[in-house]
Structures are given as C-alpha cells and as structure tokens.
C-alpha cells in the first residue's frame, strides 16, 4: 500500500535500511527546530543561546533569518522556529539528490524521527525514489 505523509494510518514499520531507497519523504513535512538546533546547525551562535531568555534577542534572530529566508515563523509559547521550505515542498537543506546538506549537523528532531519522534512512532511515510 502507498503510504501518504498526512495519514499516519498508512506509514509503514520504519527500519533504517528503508532510507536507502527512500524519497526522503520526511524531509518533506514542515521542520520545527528550537534555539539548540539552529546553533548546531550553524545559523545561530553560542552567545546567542546563552541569552535564550532575554525575548528582544530572540526577536532579533527571528527577524534575522526571516530575512535571510532561513525561518518563516517563531513560536514564543512553544519556543518553536518553523523553517522554510522549498517551493517544492522540501527542506531548504535536501539537495537534488534528496540528501541532507548539514547531516552532520541536523537537528534533533531529525536525529529521532521515527524511533521517539513524529505522528506515529516507530513508523514513517516511506516511498520509493
Ligand atoms: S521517510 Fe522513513 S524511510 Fe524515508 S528517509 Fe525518512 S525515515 Fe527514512
Ligand atoms: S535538516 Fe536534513 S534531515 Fe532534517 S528535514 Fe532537512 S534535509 Fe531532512
């Protein structure tokens, strides 16, 4: 069966084999990061984190890298930046090959999908390249 990244109901056990043969489905689906991640992901610097709770230097980095097109929102509740995509629909950071461009440097949220992250744990919207 085709699994489709808005129905959980259809996503399949993930086995990280699978990636291999992947779209990369789930760099696909919006990417929430916090303050941690945009630092080690190079786009925020470690003083920056260190003043995490003074809210006027969060709203200058927010303004920032909505300028550098890098962040579209910022959720002060939550403490969640949403990221751009692609007008395709992609993570800004997956290139023609449907490779992440800072693996290395990804963020949590991507480390942990789908074990202890996502909709439906344990499972992901595999599809074919
Ligand atoms: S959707 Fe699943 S199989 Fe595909 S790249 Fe992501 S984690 Fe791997
Ligand atoms: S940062 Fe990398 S792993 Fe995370 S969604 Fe973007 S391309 Fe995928």
New binding site residues.
């Given amino acids: 069966m085709q699994t489709d990244k808005n129905k959980p109901q259809t996503w399949r056990p993930?086995k990280?084999s699978?990636?291999r043969s992947?779209?990369?489905?789930?760099?696909t689906m919006p990417l929430e990061v916090r303050l941690e991640d945009l630092v080690t992901m190079g786009l925020v610097s470690k003083e920056d984190l260190a003043e995490e709770t003074n809210k006027k230097k969060i709203h200058r980095i927010v303004k920032h890298l909505q300028k550098e097109g890098i962040v579209k929102t910022y959720r002060s509740s939550t403490g969640l930046f949403l990221m751009n995509s692609q007008p395709n629909g992609d993570c800004q950071f997956l290139d023609g090959q449907r490779h992440c461009l800072i693996y290395s440097k990804r963020p949590q949220v991507c480390r942990q999908?789908?074990e202890s992250m996502g909709l439906k744990l344990g499972h992901?919207?595999?599809?074919r390249k």
Avoid: E, H, R
């Fill in positions: 993930f990280p699978l990636c992947c779209y990369a489905t789930c760099c999908f789908p992901c919207p595999y599809q």
